[in-house]
């Protein structure tokens, strides 16, 4: 075996190994690194990511974390995990069961063992199972030695013992330091077992440490712990075997991993740039949509504003208010925060203002899950204010798809002068995949024009003059009843817009009651007009197919690979995922009325479900889960041969 | 020397084909009809001023202003002038709201906005009452106000706009009065030059359900005794022979006869460009019979406005890294190419 980059350099060596391991090819693994909150678990899996999707292959993730930021060490709500799922073939979801785990302590094998597939190689920090961890942990009796993890390929490593040997010589001195490069003597084994080469993290931790020389020491632990795990694989026979998995046959181009935040951030960048226009980006700190807000804080080279509000209502008052200026209006929450916003976008759906609104869903209701994954929102993005008030609403698929619904929302709300949901979740927000930069020239035209000059010609009302000639009509309707946008500053459009009902075409306030009725007929069918400008749903699977799978965001991985497997064992299945909700595409009803039934698996009681039976009279059933976490491939594949039997 | 015009507005410029729908002898009119008096003088175009309001009588205002306006929600008026501000750097942004709307559903935004110091001119219409609700009492009601909800007279302590808004280390603060037209006016002009967030506490009458309560600040024969004149650089004196006057004591405010308690020399004279909030923070508390209350600019300081910082902030990045475009947005640490 050739040796990796970098790893050449001597460490303190166990004795050599005597018979070389044996190398098996598989074309998917899915590993999970699980340990204390303060064990760096994230960063070795983000590491381990970063160097699969560098060396070729398709990758998926998934990050579980505890909602305490720092949960007593040692105990099972501390245990923090990531799942990454890398392939030689493309993937769409991080993973159901667990090729191969790493736990740092007993915590962590107790909260995720039952993840593990039986047969699955189990490393183990074997140095923190004394009496006082499994207490932490609630074990009576050391799970190392009472037999109970026979079904497993168990690799028992003093990793804690070999790290601080292997850094005594760094500059490191406290055992506390030492200790904290655990995660990376353990990344190191395992960058062994699947023959992956050690230069992109010995990079980053160059990157990251190797500019002030107080850190040098971090530096050059770090770069110990990380070799030494290396070559402890490669010396000591205790690792049966290492694995390979092969490049996946990508796309060409050029590619960056992206998380579903992060992708939203940049997609809200792309479509202010492609507009020609400041995006004004408001929101609170809420789980786990903060990190949008702090990505587009450090963008401001970019024409971008943030303000961090003092409220959930306020971050929406002010990204209505940059609306009514000409910018990019956009807010960003989770489900409690919409809950809060609620009457400003009813605001924004009588002003008919462009706002953009991302809700990161997590669990609910109230506090509920701050960390877990749900798409329980939904029902709220379309029914949740008082009165009759449509809004357009928007679900990414995946984390890359966050950057085109990102940039579609911008395009929609300004097009049709409305707000715009995105509804992403936890599970988009946080996991990652690899992103093709997109070809800036085939991104869709954002064309936006402000009027400079009145728009009546004094016939609004009468065909022999009303009075109105030379003045502007704030609701003057375009052929999709779209509005037009003058903005302040505009000489000669003077005009008032509020949250009293108005007249149509003029904006005055009105309160006549076949008036009321027109203006909310209008508002809807000025939303159903969005029809007119989305794709219409792609259906996958062959024609004679009796059963459809139809989704809606965060579970298109699971649901596309559960349809696919059950498609390549011959079964009738089809599957379609919306990405406009509201409205949806024009040919969904014919879609649904194709098949004899309908699936529709949700992670929710059953909200997509209830849409489709209410507006399409189709016995639509629902394949629900209100776990907090995804759905497992298998659990749909089941589903699946359940309707087909 | 070539003089740039300014551009000069009527009255009737800034009018719109609204009928106000005020009651008829609200304070409101007043305050409307000076509105456009001061904004006439102050050089800017109608098309380049705002009114954003919440919800109440004194948020109708947008909606009889021939300008830009926004007639928003309840309370929540600070946040979208603050959006609108973000959009637009040189627009003259007035924000109309009341002591229900700003104090009391609004009160975090109001706090919130002036701590910014977002060029902002906000006019807080204190009646003392829900007007347009039909009277309940409101945060500002003094003590033993009797209204529907408040049968026995109101149990709160009454909050006072002008100690709130400094507090919040607003930058401009003033206090007028509806029909005292002249001074009002003149402090509508004052806040119009400042920079920053301006708050401007205006009495006003609500003729149906509170009316009277500030009459000892309006009635000709007594209003003298009962109010003080702020005017910068100025000694304190008030009262209808101009003899009476403020002196500091220890950290209290005392009323003292000028002549017989103490000379001229020994009283407060006032600075509204003092850097310490303080005593104009003791001026604040300042409420009869004991006191005078105090009407005029307690403070006008220059201090940096948040979208001025958040201009810096992008002009640093931009000189550092160079102005952002489509093209670098996607760089990332770890790009890789598959051929």
């Given amino acids: 075996m050739t040796p990796p980059a970098g790893a050449g350099v001597a460490e303190p060596k166990s004795a050599a190994r005597t018979t070389p391991a044996t190398s098996v090819e598989v074309d998917s693994v899915t590993i999970r690194f699980a340990g204390d909150s303060g064990d760096g678990m994230q960063l070795a899996g983000t590491q381990f990511t970063n160097t699969s999707a560098l060396f070729g292959n398709d990758i998926a993730t998934f990050p579980d974390f505890p909602a305490e930021i720092r949960a007593p060490a040692g105990t099972l709500a501390g245990v923090s995990g990531f799942q990454v799922h890398f392939s030689s073939r493309e993937v769409h979801t991080p993973g159901d069961v667990l090729d191969a785990l790493v736990v740092m302590n007993p915590a962590a094998l107790k909260t995720n063992l039952k993840d593990l597939k039986d047969g699955g190689v189990l490393i183990v920090n074997s140095d923190a199972f004394e009496d006082n961890d499994l207490k932490k942990a609630k074990y009576t009796v050391n799970p190392l030695e009472d037999g109970s993890l026979k079904g497993y390929k168990v690799v028992r490593v003093p990793v804690t013992k070999l790290t601080r040997e292997s850094v005594k010589e760094s500059g490191l001195t406290s055992p506390r330091d030492q200790d904290r490069c655990k995660n990376f003597f353990a990344l190191g084994l395992v960058y062994w077992m699947f023959e992956r080469p050690l230069d992109t993290t010995l990079k980053w931790i160059k990157d990251k440490f190797g500019k002030k020389p107080e850190h040098l020491p971090v530096l050059e632990a770090n770069t110990r712990a990380l070799k030494a795990g290396y070559n402890y694989g490669d010396t000591v026979e205790v690792m049966p075997v290492h694995y390979k998995v092969a490049k996946a046959p990508i796309e060409p181009g050029t590619y960056r991993k992206i998380t579903g935040n992060e992708a939203l951030a940049l997609g809200l960048v792309a479509a202010a740039h492609a507009a020609g226009k400041t995006l004004v980006y408001s929101g609170y700190p809420i789980t786990p949509a903060s990190s949008v807000l702090e990505q587009l804080a450090d963008m401001k080279r970019h024409g971008v504003k943030t303000l961090q509000a003092e409220d959930e209502i306020a971050a929406c008052g002010v990204a209505i208010g940059a609306s009514f200026g000409g910018a990019i209006g956009v807010t960003g929450t989770s489900g409690p925060g919409i809950c809060l916003k609620s009457e400003a976008i009813g605001l924004a759906i009588m002003t008919e203002l462009p706002l953009v609104i991302l809700d990161i869903q997590r669990g609910g209701p109230s506090t509920g899950l701050p960390t877990k994954t749900e798409q329980a929102d939904l029902l709220q993005a379309m029914f949740g204010r008082n009165g009759e008030s449509p809004a357009a609403i928007l679900a990414p698929q995946s984390p890359a798809d966050c950057f085109d619904i990102a940039y579609e929302a911008v395009r929609i709300a300004t097009r049709f002068m409305c707000p715009v949901f995105v509804l992403s979740d936890g599970y988009l927000a946080n996991g990652s995949e690899p992103w093709k930069l997109p070809d800036v020239s085939k991104l869709a035209k954002i064309e936006i024009t402000h009027p400079t000059e009145p728009n009546s010609d004094g016939t609004q009302f009468h065909e022999n003059g009303d009075g109105t000639k030379g003045k502007y009509l704030p609701y003057k309707r375009d052929e999709y009843l779209s509005r037009p946008w003058a903005i302040p500053g505009t000489p000669g459009l003077e005009h008032r817009l509020g949250g009293i009902e108005k007249q149509d075409t003029t904006g005055n306030i009105n309160y006549e009651p076949a008036n009321h009725e027109h203006m909310i007929h209008t508002r809807w069918k000025k939303i159903e007009n969005i029809a007119h400008v989305i794709p219409e749903l792609a259906v996958h699977g062959p024609a004679d197919a009796e059963l459809l799978l139809i989704g809606w965001g965060g579970t298109y991985g699971s649901i596309r690979a559960a349809c696919e497997r059950a498609q390549k064992q011959g079964k009738k299945v089809a599957w379609a995922h919306l990405r406009h909700l509201n409205p949806m595409p024009k040919n969904t009803e014919a879609v649904l009325k194709r098949y004899k039934q309908v699936l529709v698996p949700e992670l929710n009681s059953g909200q997509l479900c209830w849409l489709l039976r209410a507006r399409y009279l189709v016995p639509a059933e629902g394949l629900n889960k209100v776990q907090g976490r995804p759905f497992l491939v298998s659990e749909i594949e089941a589903a699946i041969a359940e309707k087909l039997k | ?339």
């Avoid at chain 2, 919800?55 to 946040?79: D, E, Q």
């Avoid at chain 2, 408040?150 to 919040?168: H, I």
Wanted: aromatic letters at 8%; proline letters at 5%.
């Fill in chain 2, 1 to 339: 020397m070539a003089a740039t015009a300014l551009p000069t507005l009527t009255a009737k410029d800034l009018t719109t084909d609204q009928e106000v729908r005020w009651c008829p002898g609200c304070g409101d009119y007043s305050i409307l009809a000076q509105m456009k008096k001061a904004l006439s003088t102050v050089g800017v175009p109608k098309e380049k001023m705002a009114f954003v309001s919440g919800i109440g009588c004194s948020s109708r205002f947008p909606y009889y202003m021939n300008t830009y306006g926004f007639h928003t929600i309840h309370g929540r008026a600070p946040t979208f002038a603050t959006g609108l501000r973000l959009a637009q750097p040189d627009l003259q942004i007035w924000l109309v709201t009341g002591d229900g709307d700003g104090l009391s559903i609004g009160g975090n935004h109001l706090m919130h906005v002036l701590r910014r110091n977002v060029d902002i001119k906000i006019l807080l219409f204190n009646n003392e009452i829900y007007g347009l609700t039909k009277g309940q009492y409101s945060p500002t009601s003094r003590m033993g106000t009797k209204t529907k909800t408040s049968p026995q007279g109101s149990m709160e302590q009454p909050a006072r706009p002008l100690t709130v808004a400094l507090a919040a280390e607003a930058t401009f603060v003033a206090r007028t009065i509806d029909v005292d037209v002249q001074h009002l006016t003149g402090i509508l002009q004052k806040a119009a030059a400042h920079k920053g967030t301006a708050f401007v506490e205006i009495y006003q009458n609500c003729k149906i359900f509170n009316d009277g309560v500030f009459e000892y600040a309006t009635d000709k024969s007594v209003k003298a005794d009962n109010l003080l004149y702020l005017e910068h650089g100025k000694p304190m004196i008030f009262g209808k022979d101009r003899t009476k006057g403020i002196r500091l004591n220890g950290l209290r405010p005392e009323v003292v006869q000028v002549g017989k308690d103490c000379g001229v020399d020994d009283l407060l004279i006032h600075d509204e460009t003092t850097e310490d909030p303080t005593l104009a923070t003791l001026l604040s508390r300042m409420v009869g019979p004991d006191f005078p209350e105090v009407v005029g600019v307690y403070r006008s300081v220059r201090k940096p406005c948040y979208e001025e910082l958040l201009q810096k902030a992008a002009d640093a990045e931009i000189a550092k890294k160079g102005k952002g475009t489509m093209a670098d947005l996607f760089k990332a640490e770890d790009i890789w190419t598959v051929s």
